[in-house]
């Protein structure tokens, strides 16, 4: 059974500071890795996607890679604004599902 | 392009009752997924329909059933609701499931009294 775990599971930094948010998996036979983001209440909102063939997404101020040997993700965001607020989720995908990680609840203090 | 829609949004039902959730995904998209989140237990998947399909089931009790539509639209039922089934329940679609983006709707909140 695939079990995903993200460190730290709260952050809270000061506007501008760089984000880096931490993503492990047990299981390396998955499609793709995906981080998600979820406001209070919300549905959620696709981030990145990685296929498992590639080291790693860029978007804007988002970043992520990729080490599926070692059963690991990580996503950066740089210059961190109060609008990055949220919870933010990694989930692995394989035999037609996502794997969630609990999530990691994000503070930027303007 | 509209994107996941999922109705109704909020539902208070009581325990023993019904429910049932419905999902449209994004135009063209073939494969339909639903998951559960709960603050106790996170994100957890339901079942994924491709093609009127289901592909695969996750590992909650017979009382949660789904299906698909020739659209590709979606619904799931849940009956002789508990309390535990309080919840928010999430639909995603993609274009063809396993290794494509996955797009959420905005979910259903259900709560059981």
């Known amino acids: 059974k695939q079990e995903v775990t993200q460190i730290p599971a709260a952050l809270s930094v000061p506007e501008g500071e760089n984000l880096v948010l931490n993503c492990s998996f047990t299981?390396?036979?998955?499609?793709?890795l995906q981080w998600f983001r979820q406001d209070p209440g919300k549905g959620l909102t696709s981030l990145l996607l990685?296929?498992?063939?590639?080291r790693e997404q860029t978007s804007g101020r988002l970043n992520a890679s990729l080490d599926k040997s070692s059963g690991r993700s990580t996503l950066y965001i740089a210059a961190s604004q109060p609008g990055d607020s949220a919870t933010y989720l990694c989930?692995?995908?394989?035999?037609?599902?996502?794997?969630f990680g609990a999530g990691t609840t994000v503070t930027v203090r303007a | 392009k509209a994107g996941v829609t999922q109705t109704p949004r909020y539902l208070i039902k009581t325990r023993g009752q019904q429910v049932t959730l419905s999902c449209s995904p994004i135009?063209?998209?073939?494969?339909v997924s639903w998951y559960q989140q709960t603050p106790g237990q996170g994100l957890q998947f339901l079942f994924e329909?491709?093609?009127?399909?289901?592909?695969n089931k996750g590992n909650f009790p017979g009382r949660f059933s789904g299906r698909q539509f020739s659209n590709s639209r979606s619904e799931m039922n849940v009956s002789t609701l508990e309390l535990g089934d309080s919840a928010l329940y999430l639909c995603?679609?993609?274009?063809?499931?396993?290794?494509?983006?996955?797009?959420f709707g905005p979910g259903t909140r259900l709560t059981v009294t």
């Open positions: 995603a679609s993609s274009s063809l499931g396993q290794g494509y983006e996955q797009y």
């Open positions: 299981d390396s036979a998955i499609y793709n």
């Open positions: 990685i296929q498992s063939s590639q």
């Open positions: 989930a692995v995908g394989n035999d037609y599902k996502l794997s």
């Open positions: 135009s063209g998209h073939r494969s």
């Open positions: 329909y491709f093609s009127e399909t289901q592909r």
